[in-house]
């Protein structure tokens, strides 16, 4: 074999495997970004209620659901996570139950079901996988699971339960691929006592109503006893050197009659006792209670939650005047405050606590703050802020290669590249 026809050769094998790596890196790329869910995906997964107050020491029901948007689906795995301090969470999870509707189809097997507090992060994982040959699909939300929520303490701030975006994924059933969009959903609930209602009861007793009169006629028993018990005359005051009253003690003859002051007058009764005691008992027993009971209730009303159920924290967007919408305490005034492109909106949420807001100024490239204050109608307020980025620039499906790999396909190909030329070059000589 000649000079030239191996190095022909050679350089041809270089071209191919060039070919041949930048085909693998690009797959590898695409696989790197289907263990997570994506900007452009399709399919959904929502917590609720997404707001609320968990009371402490009582079980709150939270579910999760699950929407594959009509696309036929071969797997679901979510992981929820929220943070604690200290060396145990403040609030329990647990109690998780997948759907039974799901699961007595027999098409359904769920191995995941765990909750790990790690970290200062209680972490709570579920995965399910459809066993069917054209996979699971459905136009609407459906119910994954159940878990409970359970507070074991007050706390400063809001629990905030969100996805994972890296750990959760819906799976496409014909090539394996993600397409969960990256969940926005999550839910923010306030630690709340129960509410205080103090009735103070002032009890008045009015002694007039009905009367329970007792009439009971006996026997007459008569007993005349005649006794005259002369103490002393019932002298009253001294008058003109005499007391007002000639004295006429038949117990006594000498009785003072004469005085220089009060304190001289003898003062007693004359007891002449004549009992006829005719022994018919009539009793009249008016024994009757008006109750008047005066109650005052006092009535704690109960801090207001809010939640941004459009935005997470950290999350990255291509729109300037995106749509901010979450959930409150039904009719409380919401204001959200864009710190970075200085603007304040003020809304009202409707009967059922919903509240939506658009800034009128678009927002810049960059990371942006905003703080959400809802007021209740009792004028109790709670605050709620997160951070997010603008990047105009980017599209929503945008599939950035992961680092390297752009960098290395190009190397390849440029090696390739040269070492054809080299070949051709020789190939003329």
């Known amino acids: 074999m000649s000079k030239k026809v191996f190095i022909g050769l050679l350089s041809v094998l270089v ?43 009582t ?11 009509n ?35 027999g098409d359904w097997t769920c191995p995941v079901k765990t909750v790990t507090p790690d970290a200062g992060k209680v972490k709570i994982d579920i995965a399910c996988a459809n066993t069917t040959t054209n996979g699971f699909t459905a136009t609407s939300d459906t119910p994954l699971a159940t878990f409970t929520l359970t507070a074991n303490q007050a706390l400063s701030g809001n629990l905030t339960v969100s996805f994972d975006p890296q750990e959760s994924i819906i ?30 009861t002032n009890n008045t007793n009015n002694a007039t109503g009905s009367a329970n ?56 009764n004359t007891n002449s006792n004549s009992n006829s005691n005719a022994n018919s008992n009539f009793n009249t027993n008016t024994n009757t209670t008006d109750n008047t009971t005066t109650t ?9 939650t809010v939640s941004v159920s459009s935005l997470y924290s950290g999350q990255t967007i291509n729109n300037d005047t995106p749509t901010i919408s979450g959930t409150t305490t039904p009719n409380a005034k919401v204001v959200v405050t864009i710190q970075s492109t200085p603007q304040t909106i003020t809304t009202y949420a409707d009967t059922s606590g919903n509240w939506t807001i658009q800034p009128s100024v678009p927002l810049a490239n960059g990371t942006h703050t905003i703080t959400i ?34 960098e290395t396909t190009l190397m390849v190909l440029g090696v390739a590249v040269l070492l054809l030329f080299g070949a051709l070059r020789l190939a003329r000589e």
């Open 15 to 57: 071209l191919i495997g060039g070919l041949g790596t930048t085909v693998f890196l690009v797959k590898q790329n695409q696989d790197t970004r289907s263990r997570a869910s994506t900007p452009g995906g399709q399919t959904t997964v929502s917590l609720s209620p997404a707001s609320g107050s968990l009371d402490i020491g």
């Open 71 to 105: 696309i036929p689906i071969s797997a679901v795995a979510v992981r929820l996570q929220y943070s604690y301090s200290g060396s145990s969470p403040e609030v329990t999870a647990g109690g998780i139950q997948i759907n039974q509707a799901l699961l007595g189809t």
């Open 373 to 406: 204050v809802a007021t209740g109608t009792g004028g109790q307020a709670v605050t709620e802020t997160l951070n997010f980025s603008v990047d105009t620039t980017a599209t929503a499906s945008a599939t950035t290669p992961t680092t390297g790999t752009a």
């Open 171 to 200: 799976t496409k059933k014909d090539d394996g691929t993600d397409v969960l969009l990256t969940p926005a959903s999550r839910g923010s609930y306030t630690i709340a006592a129960a509410n205080n209602n103090n009735a103070n």
């Open 213 to 268: 009169t007792n009439n009971a006629t006996g026997s007459a028993n008569t007993n005349n006893n005649s006794q005259t018990q002369a103490q002393a005359h019932n002298h009253k005051a001294c008058a003109g050197n005499a007391c007002s009253i000639v004295p006429c003690n038949p117990a006594t003859t000498a009785c003072a009659d004469t005085c220089t002051a009060d304190s001289d007058c003898q003062t007693a």
């Open 296 to 304: 005052t209730s006092t009535t704690t009303t109960a801090t207001p």
């Open 59 to 69: 079980a709150k029901t939270m579910t999760i659901s699950f929407n594959p948007n």
